[in-house]
RNA sequence: GGGCCUAUAGCUCAGUUUGGUUAGAGCGCUUCCCUGAUAAGGAAGAGGUCGGUGGUUCAAGUCCACCUAGGCCCA
């Protein structure tokens, strides 16, 4: 026997309760358990950083993570999946910094590393836990207790296996480079952390003008000649090394209108002076090479500098064609002076603020020194203009610091030296949606350059390399090789900072002692790494880890290109020369109702699990599943969620609301038996035949990682079996028809099971009402039993287009009544069809049309009724069109010029007409060809469309205008039934009482009918106790439960 | 400056792969209908230069080119 299963439900209660026999029973370990044997489905979990409160876009990428497993578990997989945790990096370190107060590295030191990396440890474990709850309730199944931790030590070690693969091969090494740099953090930023830090700032745009020494052959030419220089970032000039030109481009030495001689490129000449200038002299920028000049600033010793140097990246797109050149700061700059052998002179300090012994602008921080070095210029005559210019400018991802681009010795590793490779193996994965392949992430590895992989900071994977006083260097895989090489057990240490740092080995190389260097790596290394690390392979797990590489799906949002795809792809190519993922879905990203970014900043953020609290989790993973496109951004809202919940989710509990009532009260039992789906009526073979379709459709698109689609399905099957098939078959279970209640059961089974991964907790609980009390060998949850399986023999398409054409002439009919206003509870004598393919409608069919528009027959337009209608016929431009292209709209004005009724008769019967075409010649038309239109001409309300008609014949009869008032009196009783109270199987006794003829003529003429309706026991003239029902038609009803 | 995505009803979005002559749904609004599961359902109405221009084609929301605007990413 089912479960009761009341019509009204609290979602997220009746989500709590599932959360709870999830747990009593243990069913996610059981789904994994259970499947251990069967063929693998790897999945890889990108760790979130365990840092800060998650956010209803975590819960995005989350519901992705999980519907895929769950589907492919019940598709017979086994799908291990562990849940990971990014602890390492920057982020970690910058919480624990806000909250003991510290503004920099020298605090931190003073504090002393071990204990800081203990604050860090520590406030890792706290995030997590806040992730584990939003997990658990989201219903993301997850392996919380087998989780990978980036800090654990067999992870670290792992780590420092790949690092010593990577140094072997050559490809890791220390160079010197000017890359951006975070002076408040002071450490380098990789490419992938600057890419997520790019604000719009105002910056001064300055053009300085710098002259040209007096004794070059140029100035003696033009005396008082000035280069006119651009930049953005006035605090470089006091390092101004050099000016670049570009070789190839045309200098003009100008006289502007204030009658100053200027050199710029000649042609942003008119930009810069408008056409009020006079150009005296041009020269290609060849020319000017060495050509010495007054530097701006005399703060800092440059010797043998400032002159014109040559170099091919100036562009004459913007500014004035002369690129001022600090080498310490601008990774080209370094390049070109390098070639001159000018020297590198850098007066900024790590902390990014000018040494103290710098006149001026000592001690100031960089930015800061840009207002006084500009009112220096202008009080000395040297600025030629001073505009703000809005521009996208690199800020640390972090602590929003702008980054400076400064000169420092970093480790890299030289991933373009494997760009190739690293293309090939992209070549060989699937990006959905496959834009990304080519477009974002295709161009992300084709512009490709080195990691950066070193930081200058205290939390995070210690770089595993030693390196003596002469610069002999060590890559260490693991604690028991560090063992071997300091000849001592050091296994047991924490492989962190502070501890790590102390031990020293001998140089195998020279024998001086080693020490580790001082740096830590990227927390995205970290990550990167989680397909060995996680296992800890080499050192250990080497099976599991053959049979779990490479991943058969990862999925997260599209910043991860740059990210977590990009280092996973990048160091498991690296060391094991192969990617680690194939299947990858980039999702889109989360917005808020007006469509802005959520953040903190404009209190937009939408905390997920007060969220899943008001409407329940399973909406939010349908909303976030198949709401809109999970390629693109969205818009989340309460609207949008609430939409679901009554669109989808309640349509679907109200379904197995009414089956578990009419069950209950006809007593009936699944194992009770039906007819065989042959034998039952055609609707029910209807319905099983779409839920086949359905299920099979649903498979397809999961299969194809798209949720959108299956989402779609699911809904729209839903809708069909609620307001269609319930609708259309609701008195047979009032009757308790037994293979109405069996066909229901087996819809309902199958929609349950396909929506369980997208919904669980709401299939679950339908799954313990309806299928697990009812089936002896039933799983004990919805989440262990397999997908639906495939059964072709109940599909008949044939079926499903004739109800298709049913319920296009049923809405063809409603209009027809809109049109005449004629109500539906009014029965009607006859309607009549016309349509293509009504002839074959079989006769239930066309009883479920004469039933829902309330006419007594149906009848076919065409047999008798000829001289009532207009036929019109219009050509089919489909069809036609492949035929005849070009002269296509010639047929089709034939077939319009043509006698539509012989044109009708000849096609109707299946034959083919022959029409003569001007310019075309003789043409045969079937009646593919053609789309006939029959109209009924008066008396009739008639509504077409698409070549399909339905009419109505108006006219009512005494006869028929009773049965519409008897109809109108079963429709009053049942509303007062329900708002009795009633129990709809109750009985119940009614007493009537009027005055008028009429009515007492239809309730004798229709007693037995009305009576039945509403489960009258007895139906009697007179007064009595009970309930008085309200209606509009002269009568008084009383009503009294039996 | 480059790459990618997006542009369809007041709002949120389908439809574009495979071109076909009345462009759909939901929400909201108006009117009506239906209700023995439903916080439902149905019909009609108002509401569309399918971002713009040009092209290909007998035929373009759909294919092509260019442009505009917005977003994301890179420089």
């Known amino acids: 026997m089912y479960r009761a299963v009341p019509a009204q439900v609290d979602l997220p209660a009746l989500e709590h309760e599932v959360l709870a026999m999830w747990d009593d029973e243990d069913v996610f370990a059981e789904s994994v358990r259970q499947a251990e044997g069967r063929p693998l489905w790897v999945f890889y979990e990108g760790p979130p950083t365990a840092n800060g409160t998650p956010g209803t876009h975590h819960v995005e990428a989350r519901v992705f993570k999980d519907v895929f497993p769950r589907y492919r578990t019940m598709k017979g997989y086994y799908v291990p999946r562990s849940a990971g945790w990014d602890c390492h990096g920057l982020p970690v370190e910058l919480a624990v910094e806000k909250e003991l107060g510290f503004t920099g590295k020298q605090d931190i030191e003073e504090y002393g590393v071990a204990e800081f990396n203990a604050k860090c440890r520590e406030s890792v474990l706290r995030h997590v836990d806040e992730f584990t709850d939003m997990t658990r309730r989201m219903g993301y199944w997850v392996d919380f207790d087998g989780a990978y931790w980036t800090m654990d030590k067999d992870y670290v070690q792992s780590v420092w296996w790949s690092l010593k693969q990577i140094f072997d091969k050559g490809l890791l090494s220390q160079d010197h480079r000017v890359a951006p740099y975070c002076p408040r953090c002071g450490t380098g930023l990789s490419d992938h952390e600057l890419a997520q830090g790019y604000e719009t700032v105002v910056d001064p745009s300055v053009y300085v003008r710098f002259p040209v020494r007096a004794d070059e052959d140029l100035a003696k030419r033009h005396p008082g000649l000035s280069l006119l220089v651009w930049t953005t970032t006035p605090w470089t000039l006091v390092s101004n090394t050099a000016v670049a030109v570009k070789p190839d481009a045309t200098y003009a030495v100008v006289r502007t209108a204030d009658g ?23 020269f290609p920028g060849t020319a000017l090479e060495r050509v010495r000049y007054e530097r701006p600033f005399d703060y800092v010793d440059i010797p043998d500098a400032h002159f014109i140097l040559l170099a091919d990246y100036v562009t004459t797109d913007d500014g004035t064609g002369l690129v001022h050149q600090a080498p310490a700061f601008g990774a080209d700059d370094l390049v070109t002076c390098r070639r001159y052998d000018l020297p590198v002179v850098n007066p900024v300090r790590p902390d990014g603020h000018f040494a103290s012994d710098v006149p001026v602008v000592g001690d100031m921080f960089f930015k800061k020194a840009d207002e006084t070095l500009i009112a220096d210029l202008e009080q000395r005559g040297l600025m030629f203009r001073h505009v703000p210019y809005e521009h996208a400018y690199p800020h640390c991802w972090r602590c929003h610091t702008p980054l400076i681009y400064y000169a420092q010795p970093s480790w890299y590793i030289r991933t373009t030296a494997r760009k190739e490779q690293l293309l090939a193996e992209n070549e060989n994965t699937n990006w959905f949606p496959d834009t990304i392949k080519w477009g974002r992430y295709g161009d992300w590895l084709t512009n490709n350059v080195d990691w950066a992989l070193s930081r200058n900071r205290y939390w995070g994977t210690p770089l595993p390399i030693w390196r003596c006083p002469d610069d002999h260097l060590v890559a260490v895989g693991s604690l028991a090789e560090l063992s071997e090489l300091a000849g001592r057990d050091v296994t047991d240490t924490d492989p962190h900072r502070p501890y790590v740092d102390d031990i020293t080995i001998p140089c195998p190389t020279c024998g001086a002692e080693a020490h580790r260097v001082p740096e830590v790596i990227d927390g ?31 999925c997260e949002a599209i910043d991860q290109t740059r990210g977590w795809f990009y280092t996973l792809m990048a160091v498991n190519t690296l060391v094991f020369d192969q990617s680690s993922y194939r299947n990858v879905v980039c999702l889109g990203h989360i917005l808020d109702e007006d469509g802005r970014k959520m953040s903190k900043h404009l209190g937009n953020v939408l905390a997920p699990i007060p969220l899943m609290d008001e409407h329940g989790a399973d909406a939010l993973r349908w909303f976030m599943l198949a709401s809109g496109s999970p390629w693109q951004a969205r818009r989340v809202g309460h609207t949008a969620i609430a939409d679901v919940v009554r669109k989808t989710l309640l349509t679907y509990w109200n379904t197995v609301s009414f089956q578990s009532l009419y069950a209950r009260t006809a007593g009936w039992e699944p194992a009770a038996g039906a007819p065989a789906p042959a034998d039952r009526p055609v609707i029910d073979r209807w319905v099983l035949s779409e839920a086949q379709q359905m299920a099979h459709e649903v498979d397809l698109a999961l299969e194809s990682f798209d949720t959108q689609r299956a989402g779609r399905l699911l809904s729209s099957f839903v809708d069909d079996l609620s307001n269609w098939y319930v609708r259309r078959s609701r008195r047979r279970f009032w009757d308790g028809d037994p293979a109405a209640l069996a066909t229901l059961h087996e819809a309902l089974r199958t929609v349950t099971l396909c929506l369980a991964p997208f919904t669980p907790f709401i299939s679950e609980r339908v799954w313990q009402d309806l299928f697990r009390p009812t089936e002896a060998d039933a799983p004990r949850s919805v989440h262990l039993a397999p997908w639906p399986a495939w059964r072709p023999e109940l599909v008949d398409e044939q079926l499903s287009a004739q109800m298709d054409l049913v319920r296009r002439l049923v809405e063809l009919g409603r209009a027809a009544r809109a049109t005449a206003t004629v109500r539906t509870r009014q029965p009607l004598r006859r309607a009549l069809v016309s349509a293509p393919g009504w002839s074959a409608l079989p006769d239930d069919l066309r009883g479920q049309i004469a039933e829902e528009l309330n006419v007594l027959t149906l009848e076919s337009l065409g047999e008798e009724s000829a001289g009532l209608v207009d036929v019109s016929a219009k050509a089919n431009f489909r069809s036609l069109g492949r035929r005849y292209a070009k002269q296509t709209p010639l047929v089709a004005e034939a077939i319009a010029a043509a006698d539509p009724a012989g044109l009708a008769t000849a096609l109707r019967s299946g034959g083919t007409v022959t029409i003569e075409v001007p310019e075309v010649g003789s043409v045969e038309i079937t009646d593919e060809d053609v789309v006939v239109t029959e109209t009924p001409r008066e008396g009739w309300a008639v509504v077409t469309e698409g070549g399909e008609s339905v009419a109505l014949d108006l006219k009512i009869d005494e006869e028929l205008r009773r049965a519409g008032v008897a109809r109108e009196l079963v429709r009053a009783l049942q509303e007062g039934r329900k708002t009795a109270g009633l129990e709809v199987s109750d009985r119940i006794l009614v007493r009537w009482a009027t005055d008028d003829p009429d009515i007492v003529r239809t309730i004798n003429d229709h007693r037995d009918l009305i009576a039945a309706e509403v489960l009258a026991s007895s139906f009697e003239e007179g007064d009595g106790e009970g309930s008085t029902i309200e209606t509009d038609l002269p009568v008084t009803l009383v009503i009294q439960r039996a």
């Not at 100053?260 to 041009?282: K, N, Q, S, Y």
């Not at 290394?525 to 991943?551: E, I, K, T, V």
């Open 260 to 282: 100053e001689t200027l050199l710029v490129a000649e042609e942003l000449a008119p930009a810069l002076f408008g056409e009020d200038h006079t150009v005296l002299e041009t």
């Open 524 to 554: 995205w290394y970290d990550s990167g790494s989680m397909p060995f690390a996680a296992l800890g392979y080499p050192h250990r797990n080497a099976d599991a880890f053959a049979q779990q590489f490479p991943a058969d799906f990862i």
